[in-house]
């Protein structure tokens, strides 16, 4: 089955740019209607989604995060980056790599200075 592994900085300072990869073994990214989604969930709250890349390269965000995010992919290492600029404690999560029922570790990130 498919697995997903997240990796990234577990700490970034304010106003920096996060920078996550989740890298997929067992499967290809650009599977027909395979859809790579990005999901965090704060400290004592729920899961938020944050964007999502599509077997075809199309890209989705959330409206709330879309000024500040990037999700974009490497075919040839078969992995999905995320980006999200000037980053903010707000921003303090666990980020997940998902894939309908198939999920990451997910990947603490903490922002402080």
């Known amino acids: 089955q498919v697995q997903l592994q997240e990796s990234g900085p577990g700490l970034v300072k304010p106003s920096q740019t996060l920078s996550l990869t989740c890298t997929v073994s067992?499967?290809?990214?650009?599977?027909?209607?395979?859809?790579w989604h990005w999901i965090r969930q704060p400290p004592g709250k729920g899961l938020e989604w944050v964007g999502a890349?599509?077997?075809?390269?199309?890209?989705y965000y959330s409206p709330s995060l879309k000024s500040r995010t990037s999700v974009s992919r490497d075919t040839s290492k078969n992995r999905i980056t995320l980006q999200l600029n000037s980053v903010t404690p707000e921003d303090t999560a666990v980020y997940y790599c998902?894939?309908?029922?198939?999920w990451g570790q997910g990947t603490q990130v903490t922002v402080s200075s």
């Open positions: 890349m599509a077997y075809d390269g199309s890209t």
């Open positions: 067992r499967g290809s990214i650009t599977t027909n209607y395979y859809y």
């Open positions: 998902t894939e309908n029922t198939y």
